[in-house]
C-alpha cells in the first residue's frame, strides 16, 4: 500500500513540476499548450504522441494523467475517450490526431500571434 501511495504522489509531484516548467516556458514565447489527457498503459496515447513528433517545436505538449487524485474530474470526463487534446485549454480533438483541425489551429494562432507583434 505505501508503494502505490509513494508513486501516485511522485506522479503528483513529477506533473506539477513539469506544468510549470511548460507553462512558463509557454508563456514567455507564446507558443501554444497542446494538453494530452492520458493515463499509464494507454496504447492510443502513446500513438498519438508519436504522431504528433513532427508538429512538436510548435507547440508545448503538456500531459495530464487523469487517473491521479487531482485530476479525478478530467477521469470523469474523459475516461473512455483517451487520448483527448486541449489547445491553449480549449477541447481540440480525440481518440486520434486530427491532421487538419491541429494544423489549422496551430496555423490561426501563429498567425494571431504574427499580428500582434
Known amino acids: 500500500m505505501f508503494w502505490l501511495w509513494s508513486r501516485t504522489w511522485q506522479q503528483l509531484v513529477k506533473y506539477s513540476a513539469e506544468s510549470l516548467v511548460k507553462r512558463h516556458c509557454a508563456t514567455d514565447k507564446n507558443i501554444p499548450v ?11 496515447c502513446d500513438a498519438a504522441k508519436e504522431v504528433l513528433e513532427p508538429y512538436r517545436h510548435r507547440f508545448v505538449l503538456q500531459e495530464v494523467d487523469i487517473m491521479l487524485p487531482d485530476n479525478a474530474i478530467w477521469h470523469d470526463r474523459y475516461k473512455y475517450d483517451i487520448p ?18 491541429l494544423e489549422k489551429e496551430l496555423s490561426r494562432l501563429e498567425q494571431e500571434h504574427e499580428e500582434g507583434q
Do not use: A, I
Request: hydrophobic residues 40%; glycine residues 4%.
Open 84 to 101: 483527448v487534446f486541449h489547445l491553449n485549454g480549449q477541447f481540440l480533438m480525440m481518440h486520434r490526431v486530427n491532421y487538419r483541425k
Open 34 to 44: 497542446l494538453t494530452l489527457f492520458t493515463k499509464d498503459q494507454c496504447p492510443l
